[in-house]
């Protein structure tokens, strides 16, 4: 109930509040819950470094991203795979970049666009190949940005129609209310066409992909923020 409260002050735009109530408690988290809290400590500051880097102070924006990649001790919690850090990482490199260190941005550029995608990336940050193109397109590789932009909108239009048997979503029989497996299938992949979209500055698009997903699933934070800052 605790962690529920810290995201519902996130799903209302309260990450002050969610980092207030991380900071207040000491979590010693089962196994395999760890991300539970780590997640949502990231996002809290992922928002707030979003929100000031759209506002225009890079210097806090900057801290934020900062802090987000070092998990605090009282959270017990931690991170499986490295990739969960790309997001916060990547905007950390935009900073560094508007603050005139390019050399600082593009190691941070080159660091993502070399991490490989693979089964373990696909399960922590599926969105990895998004951020691989974005920091390709830094790099000036611009070609191999779009490319991989393609393939990856491909791949996941692919995956979206495929017909899924409970893996997105198993359904034991004493729990009634979870979504069929086919509709939580069709809301993750619209999360990462959305940004397959927004990285070929296809906005509209992604718009109507990322409304899909909170159609249904109002508490996607990663799709609220992303359609918050194309609005």
């Avoid at 979206?160 to 069929?180: A, L, V």
């Amino acid at each position: 109930m605790y962690i529920d409260m810290i995201k519902a002050h996130n799903q209302l735009h309260q990450p002050d509040k969610a980092l207030d109530l991380l900071d207040g408690h000491v979590f010693t988290p089962c196994e395999g819950g760890e991300h539970a809290i780590a997640e949502q400590y990231i996002f809290a500051h992922f928002r707030l470094g979003r929100t000031a880097l759209r506002e225009n102070d890079i210097g806090k924006a900057l801290q934020h991203f900062i802090d987000a990649l070092v998990i605090p001790e009282n959270l017990g919690a931690g991170i499986w795979h490295t990739a969960m850090n790309v997001p916060a990482l990547y905007y950390q490199g935009e900073c560094y970049l508007l603050l005139g260190k390019n050399d600082m941005a593009s190691d941070i550029y080159k660091n993502i666009s070399d991490m490989v995608v693979d089964y373990f990336s696909d399960m922590y940050l599926p969105s990895l190949p998004y951020y691989k193109a974005l920091s390709l397109s830094r790099l000036g590789r611009r070609g191999d940005a779009k490319k991989l932009l393609k393939a990856f909108l491909k791949r996941c239009l692919h995956e979206r129609g495929q017909k899924d048997y409970g893996y997105f979503r198993p359904t034991p029989f004493f729990i009634s209310y979870f979504e069929s497996p086919k509709v939580v299938r069709e809301r993750y992949y619209d999360y990462l066409i959305a940004l397959a979209y927004i990285g070929l500055n296809e906005h509209e698009k992604a718009k109507e992909s990322l409304k899909h997903v909170l159609k249904g699933e109002h508490y996607h934070l990663m799709a609220e923020l992303e359609l918050a800052m194309l609005c």
